[in-house]
């Protein structure tokens, strides 16, 4: 492990935390941001970074993905993971209880804990995942960002889709329920209904926008009743979103994928079933819908949902192809080009990828370029677009819904804890992030 040095990012243009920009210098020393001014002078030498016509950002939070450590480890693990984030410039990530053994008790979540202190060049938190039978490990579990359950798509322990379990879960305790909002009965009954179709295309048909809807409404109605904190994963239906808009408690916040901002049904024409994930991609009208939710703070920040799995498995025919999609080396550069080409403002990318998860999840002293805060930061491209290609992809997975597209906003260098972890090209294997830890 290496240890931090004091770096001066000389003469970028620094996003601030009022969403104006400067052209400016950025000092870190240790582990955090010092000074942030037009010219900073120091009295001892530091390593400098030229970023002359680079943007400096906040480095980003992913609240949901699936890192597949341990069990899955054929599809991504922890290690291959974070140096896709590193890449992508994630500097913290939010990770899923669906793994092997599942993250349902405090020795899994230890376990997750201690494998990520081993491997993980960026900061992590893991999610604790909720089962009809593990309330007292809901109540005490330490730490996490929340309690993730999986209302729909899912099998085995994991699904909780009965309302009074769900009930008994929203009754108990004060944290986050991070639900996974699709009606598993309805999902079942279409299964059938379509049984025998092997067009990826009927997945949108089978897990329909209704299907989410339901979902949703139940986890408000058990969320207002208890006014407990909800979060709701990957929001990706209009239905859902003017739901939100007419009737969104001050507790309650969402989040939206970029897939299901940027992808919808046209893409299982291109690219088959590496377009089937959960909740489903949906129409072009879910689209607008979603991105005017986003943009009038209904839906409050970005996911990627990074959800692996290998070319082979998702080369089995429909429905026998797993449902997910990589994302977090693309989810910046995405969202950056979207707003290049006029979508939004960089600097509400900054607040959606950010600053918003940081205090949606209480994460204390990440989010912005503010003296005290973590030094946690990416210096970005803006000026000149490459396409997304398989073969610089640093996934296990090797593989992006987005080849091929032509984005902006690359990461150039991502800096965490004041450690530079990728550099042009390089991720340094010897940086280690650190726990994440949750403020209620
Ligand atoms: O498409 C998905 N895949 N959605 C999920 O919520 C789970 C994920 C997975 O773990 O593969």
């Not at 997750?112 to 007292?136: D, H, W």
């Not at 992006?400 to 032509?406: D, K, L, T, V």
């Amino acid at each position: 492990m290496s240890t931090p040095q004091s770096l001066l990012i000389r003469q970028a243009e620094i996003i601030l935390p009022n969403g104006e920009s400067m052209i400016g210098d950025v000092l870190t020393e240790g582990r955090y941001i010092t000074q942030v001014g037009r010219e900073i002078t120091t009295a001892t030498p530091v390593k400098e970074i030229d970023a002359q016509g680079l943007t400096l950002l906040p480095g980003v939070i992913d609240p949901q993905v699936h890192f597949r450590e341990p069990g899955l480890e054929h599809k991504e693990d922890l290690f291959t993971a974070s140096c896709a984030c590193a890449k992508g410039g994630v500097t913290s990530f939010l990770e899923m209880p669906n793994t092997r053994p599942l993250t349902t008790t405090q020795s899994a979540l230890d376990d997750k804990l201690q494998r990520a202190s081993q491997k993980c060049v960026v900061n992590y938190g893991f999610f604790i995942g909720a089962t009809t039978e593990n309330l007292p490990d809901l109540l005490s579990a330490q730490p996490t960002p929340g309690i993730k359950v999986f209302m729909g798509s899912m099998h085995g322990q994991l699904l909780v889709n009965q309302e009074e379990a769900l009930e008994a879960i929203f009754a108990r305790g004060k944290r986050l329920i991070a639900v996974h909002a699709e009606d598993q009965a309805r999902i079942n009954e279409r299964r059938q209904e379509f049984a025998g179709i092997t067009d990826p295309a009927v997945h949108s048909q089978i897990q329909d926008n209704q299907a989410a809807l339901l979902a949703t409404q139940l986890a408000l109605k058990l969320s207002k009743k208890y006014q407990r904190r909800l979060h709701i994963l990957h929001l990706s239906t209009a239905d859902e979103a003017e739901l939100l808009r007419q009737d969104k408690p001050s507790w309650v916040t969402a989040e939206v994928t970029p897939q299901h901002l940027m992808l919808n049904t046209d893409a299982y024409e291109t690219i088959g079933t590496l377009a089937q994930m959960n909740p489903p991609l949906r129409s072009p009208h879910d689209n607008e819908v979603l991105w005017q939710a986003l943009r009038d703070g209904i839906i409050d920040f970005i996911a990627t949902d990074h959800a692996p799995h290998t070319l082979a498995e998702k080369a089995q025919t429909y429905p026998n192809t797993p449902s997910g999609m990589p994302g977090v080396e693309t989810s910046l550069p995405m969202m950056l080009t979207a707003a290049m080409d006029g979508k939004c403002t960089v600097a509400q990318v900054v607040q959606w990828m950010s600053k918003a998860v940081a205090v949606a999840y209480g994460i204390a002293n990440k989010g912005e370029i503010t003296p005290g805060y973590d030094a946690d930061l990416v210096l970005v491209d803006l000026k000149n677009y490459h396409p997304v290609k398989r073969e610089e992809l640093l996934t296990k997975s090797r593989w992006s819904p987005f080849e091929g597209w032509s984005l902006t906003g690359w990461p150039v260098t991502t800096i965490v804890g004041g450690e530079v972890v990728y550099d042009k090209g390089q991720v340094n294997t010897q940086v280690r992030g650190q726990a994440l830890t949750f403020v209620s």
